[in-house]
């Protein structure tokens, strides 16, 4: 019984497509706007980013964003460069200072 109501609901969703690419049907279209990718850190902005801005020292700033202090040193001498979530967590960071006593808490 439930392979009968699959086959149908395939079959249903098939032939909806085949009117669709004739024309006749009209089917549902979606858009959806991606988010645009998170900028690039140089170490100057980290480090700027750390002490003028956070007032922190390393190991308070690895604190704050859940990495290690080993990981903020190898930024801050541009051994490596923070990608992926690390660099949105600093750009969101970086645009609002009062949320890190939010996370600090």
């Excluded at 990981?71 to 490596?80: F, L, M």
């Excluded at 990608?83 to 808490?105: F, Y």
């Amino acid at each position: 019984m439930k392979k009968n109501r699959m086959a149908d609901g395939l079959m249903k969703g098939l032939q909806q497509a085949i009117e669709i690419e004739k024309g006749v049907g009209k089917g549902r279209e979606r858009t959806r706007a991606l988010s645009r990718p998170a900028p690039k850190w140089t170490k100057k902005e980290i480090k700027k980013l750390r002490e003028e801005i956070f007032k922190m020292s390393q190991p308070e700033f690895a604190s704050l964003l859940n990495v290690k202090p080993p990981t903020i040193r190898s930024w801050e001498q541009g051994q490596r460069e923070p990608d992926g979530a690390a660099a949105r967590l600093l750009e969101i960071l970086a645009g609002d200072v009062e949320i890190a006593g939010k996370l600090a808490s």
